[in-house]
């Protein structure tokens, strides 16, 4: 299906700066008209009455495991996953089994997801080889096979020399080198963050300053360089504040946050529920206050959900033991609606998740030496000509999270057993539905 008419939704595109409600008129798999249609075209309908339209959601940063880790997620598994969280792109990380640091591994991934044929999926090429930390990989060759950044994400670049040269190299791509900043040697051992509910539960605790020096060192090498640096997952007021400076002072810098930061505070870890231990932790009441405002002030440049697939027994154990990570693509939209009842409006959190996500994409100051792009024309909004990748959802259905019924191999979800507002109901990439709820007729 290439033709499809979606009528009566509130159409959001942050964008084009449009929210009006209308019908969206998808033509050969393109975004064909917005507005009120008048067709004489026979083609399938849907009725999205009380429904908001956006550009499909796009994910920066996603775990999907394969090659390696087949057990906690697949390509498969984690796209179809993708697809019913609204996202319509995700872009996955590389520390599988073997990393993705060869331009054999990024047609592995390109080939798999082309298998699946749900969301578009991009891999992201290591920074170092076999996540080392010690030698550049060719970065050229990876940026040539379709990869879109390079990260060691889960292992710091702990190397400075290391990573400006990196930085550096990476300026032959004009693709961002996004890093999880975290000093090891001062969170070796820990389980949370350090603090009031640390010292409660007896827990080793990671200090704030473990994430914020790697951003100082990050940033004084990107202004050293002129290299593109995108700072993963933030998680303090702190951090914050080093990347709204480095912003004020022209340095190519981007930053995301996730769901669970946004929402969530250690609080959440109360009786060692191991289903929120995630790394960097969950913070306090204040640094969640302040990613907040930072979102809407635009420090932020995009909301990422880290989703970290985790098997059953890699957390049903002592929280010590617990694996890190949250299972987060098919929750993030009922999550993050939680944060419209007060504190965020709703263009903001589509901005993030859409236009935000695809700048950074596509942002380089200079043109990258590969052509074509791996990417659509049009990514991240609902431009009349561009490939029609779009969401649907009802904000205001109610359903109660129950992690038996994801996609995901991953269960490992903080909002379990929680009834939550908002619900995806379509999903369309490339003009074709790859998810409809259920209860969602097609007319036609």
Known sequence: MKNLVILGGRIVDPSQEIDQVGDLVIKEGKVGFLGRATLNEDYPRIHAGGMVVTPGFIDLHSHLREPGFEEEETIASGAEAAIRGGFTTICCMPNTNPPIDNPGMVEYVKQRARECNKARVFPIGCITQGQGGERIVEMVSLARAGVVAFSDDGRPVRSSEVMRHALEYSLLTSLPLIDHCEDIELTHGT???????????????????????????????????????????????????????????????????????????????????????????????????????????????????????????????????????????????????????????????????????????????????????????????????????????????????NPAEFSSKGKNTPWEGETVKGKVMLTVVGGEIAYIDPSLEVEG
Not at 275 to 294: F, H, Q, S, W
Request: some cysteine; overall charge negative.
């Open 191 to 401: 389980a949370m963050n350090e603090g009031r509910m640390a010292k409660i539960l007896g827990l080793e605790g990671a200090p704030a300053e473990a994430e914020e020096i790697m951003v100082f060192r990050d940033i004084a090498l990107a202004k050293l360089t002129g290299g593109r640096i995108h700072i993963a997952h933030v998680s303090t007021q702190g951090t914050l504040k080093l990347v709204q400076r480095a912003k004020e002072e022209g340095i190519d810098i981007t930053c995301e946050v996730t769901p669970h930061h946004l929402l969530l505070t250690e609080d959440k870890i109360a009786d060692y529920n191991t289903k929120a231990k995630i790394n960097p932790p969950l913070r306090t009441e204040k640094d969640r206050e302040k990613l907040v405002e930072g979102l809407k002030q635009g420090i932020i440049d995009a909301i990422a959900t880290d989703h970290s697939p985790r098997s059953y027994e890699e957390k049903a154990c002592e929280f010590d033991l617990a694996f890190f990570g949250i299972s987060g693509l098919e929750t993030a939209l009922p999550s993050l609606l939680k944060l419209t009842e007060e504190e965020v409006e709703l263009k903001t959190l589509i901005e993030k998740l859409t236009m935000g996500p695809a700048s950074i994409l596509k942002g380089g100051k200079k043109p990258p030496l590969f052509l074509p792009s791996p990417l659509p024309p049009g990514m991240g909004m609902l431009k009349v000509g561009a490939p029609a990748d779009v969401t649907v959802f009802d904000p205001q259905k109610e359903w109660v999270v």
